[in-house]
């Protein structure tokens, strides 16, 4: 199984279009210790060949353009990209499925919460249903995963619950949304039968269940959005907390680097960064602290081989 890190950023990508910080402006300038990031996803594949992505970003034709064993190579038009698979229903992992239009066969996989969500959309029916099919998956149920002759591939999937909450724009306005477990937020287990690959990158916080889970993975990438939760309203960028986002931060006695002391874990990657957080800057100590404890921050183009 082979795994690429199309997009690290979280939702506005690092530079965000409107922000003018500091990391953000290094980034501009072509500083190459504050390199660009695409919004999050990853391509999967067993064989190099048939790939599958978690989360469509809305930077995906970018990533596709950066990324040739995603690029069409057969007859006039074609793509090895044979399914999607989606953990949440946020913009910044949902839009770039539009940029899949075009009468192209493959599967959208997601939970019922997520298929409802995509389903309330008609903007999402340009993905035409005789062509892409929308196949639910229960939480807690290993599913193969499908190639593009409709057989099974070796890959199966199996989302897991994870703490969050709804996307932003399905939030009611009057009250803060509810921070929990249901079918809208979960993580991805990837496995090919013999190596566990888990994406998470969204997660509001650490359960037992969880731990368990994560336990002995030989892969996991996770939530980095924010170093700390108030760093977005300390910093002056934004007004949200990072838990009313839905986000546990890197640092902390409740954050992700204390929660993953416990956890043994093969390789443990950061994506899903926020452009406020410091770990997207090179010299910054933050990035070193990360790095001591035995993690890795995840960049566009990133190889993964497990
Ligand atoms: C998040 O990860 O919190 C969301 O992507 C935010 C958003 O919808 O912009
Ligand atoms: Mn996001």
Redesign the pocket.
């Known amino acids: 199984m082979q795994a690429r890190v199309l997009g690290a950023a979280?939702?506005?990508g690092f530079p965000q279009w409107n922000s003018n910080a500091i990391g953000c402006r290094r980034a501009r300038a072509g500083d190459p210790l504050a390199k660009p990031r695409t919004q999050a996803s990853i391509a999967v594949s067993h064989d190099g060949e048939q790939w599958f992505l978690f989360n469509a970003s809305p930077d995906l034709r970018q990533q596709i353009e950066m990324t040739p064993c995603l690029q069409p190579r057969q007859g006039l038009r074609s793509s090895p990209i044979v399914g999607v698979v989606l953990t949440n229903g946020?913009?910044?992992a949902i839009a770039g499925l539009l940029t899949l239009r075009e009468r192209h066969a493959f599967t959208v996989y997601g939970t019922g919460g997520i298929q409802a969500i995509l389903n309330a959309n008609p903007i999402f029916d340009v993905l035409a249903r005789d062509v892409v099919s929308r196949r639910s998956v229960d939480i807690g149920t290993p599913t193969r995963l499908t190639l593009a002759d409709g057989s099974f591939g070796r890959l199966t999937v199996e989302l897991i619950a994870v703490p969050g909450k709804i996307?932003?724009y399905l939030e009611d306005s009057s009250e803060p949304p509810v921070i929990g477990v249901d079918d809208t937020t979960v993580g991805a287990v990837i496995s090919d039968g013999h190596r566990r690959l888990i994406f998470i990158p969204?997660c509001a916080a650490m359960t037992g269940e969880l731990a368990r889970l994560l336990h002995t993975a030989d892969v996991v990438l996770f939530d980095g959005?924010l170093w700390t939760d108030d760093e977005m309203l300390r910093s002056g960028v934004g007004g949200k907390t990072g838990l009313r986002?839905?986000?546990m931060s890197v640092s902390g006695p409740n954050g992700t680097l204390a929660a993953f002391e416990r956890i043994d874990v093969g390789r443990k990657i950061l994506l899903?960064i926020n452009n406020s957080n410091p770990i997207l800057l090179g010299d910054s100590p933050e990035r070193a602290i990360v790095e001591a404890a035995g993690w890795e921050v995840a960049y566009d183009g990133m190889e993964i081989q497990l």
């Open positions: 979280a939702g506005g946020d913009v910044d996307p932003l969204s959005t986002m839905g986000h899903h």
